[in-house]
């Protein structure tokens, strides 16, 4: 049997990290493919993220994804940064280049967009503005990537107002903040509705909003995957929306990510999902 070139090597930086779906999903891919390497989970604080970066390359690593609360920081530690990463704000994977520099990208807007067209295929971005609860990373890459989309228009209501009128300032016109009390009555002739706060992940409070303005043709979605059903795609589909929930994202911002380092771009096929349910 021949033995390839080199061990392939990535991994995921956060804190914490031991619960990351990214290994399990990385390394399906690689066996899928025959690949022969390892996608490990890597606890790294950010006093230490610049030093575990810059050893990357002389590891053999051909990259890294990125979590909390490293996704911010990392901008100012990479060599180069690809366009998109830089208007978001953060970045969420890194490639070893080949001169051995660090290149940061970030694949959110990818992972969600491609969600949003697998499970709401009928969906179009020029249909109606969008609204999006909450005001932290997940919203810059979603803003991000409804904006290229098309979208007319992005409503943004977050509980701090000062935090959506700044994020609405970086991105432009078509993005408009509102108060966390108008976010029901922003509903009204909306095309998609995005819950992008951690409200209904397990350990948190639930979201409170009424849908009752909120068209019926419009799609629902909530970046929350744990539980995969929250109690907001719950009350959407009662209520006959296509719910759209947040596992797509995850499983899609992996792809392109993977195909950076490995030269494969995989596929989020029903065996997948099922097995990161399985781990839900």
């Known amino acids: ?32 493919h025959g690949l022969i390497g390892h996608y490990a989970p890597l606890l790294v604080e950010p ?5 575990a970066l810059r050893a990357l390359a002389p590891l053999g ?8 609360p490293l996704k911010e920081l990392a901008l100012k530690i990479v060599d180069r940064i690809d366009p998109l990463a830089a208007s978001i704000g953060a970045i969420n994977c890194v490639v070893i280049g080949g001169d051995g520099a660090l290149e940061g990208y970030n694949y959110d807007a990818f992972g969600f967009i491609a969600s949003l067209r697998e499970q709401a295929p009928d969906w179009r971005a020029g249909s109606g503005p969008c609204v999006l609860l909450g005001a932290g990373g997940a919203s810059r890459a979603i803003i991000a990537g409804l904006l290229a989309e098309g979208a007319p228009e992005i409503l943004l209501a977050n509980r701090m107002l000062e935090r959506a009128q700044a994020l609405a300032g970086e991105f432009g016109a078509r993005v408009k903040p509102v108060t966390w009390r108008e976010r029901e009555g922003a509903l009204a002739g909306a095309s998609l509705l995005v819950n992008c706060t951690s409200m209904g992940m397990v350990g ?6 009424a849908l009752d303005d909120l068209p019926t043709e419009a799609v629902v979605s909530d970046i929350v995957y744990a539980p995969l059903e929250t109690q907001l795609l719950a009350n959407a589909r009662a209520r006959g929306h296509v719910g759209v929930d947040g596992l797509g994202m995850l ?30």
Request: net charge positive.
């Open 251 to 280: 499983l899609h911002q992996a792809r392109p990510a993977f195909q950076k380092w490995f030269g494969i771009l995989p596929d989020v096929t029903p065996e997948l999902r099922r097995a990161i349910e399985g781990t839900l």
């Open 61 to 68: 690593f051909s990259g890294v994804n990125l979590t909390i």
């Open 1 to 32: 049997m021949a033995h390839p070139d080199r061990y392939l090597l990535a991994g995921v930086m956060g804190s914490p990290i031991m619960h990351s779906r990214s290994p399990k999903i990385h390394n399906l891919w690689l066996a899928e």
């Open 204 to 209: 948190q409070p639930e979201l409170q909003i």
């Open 47 to 51: 006093a230490g993220l610049e030093k």
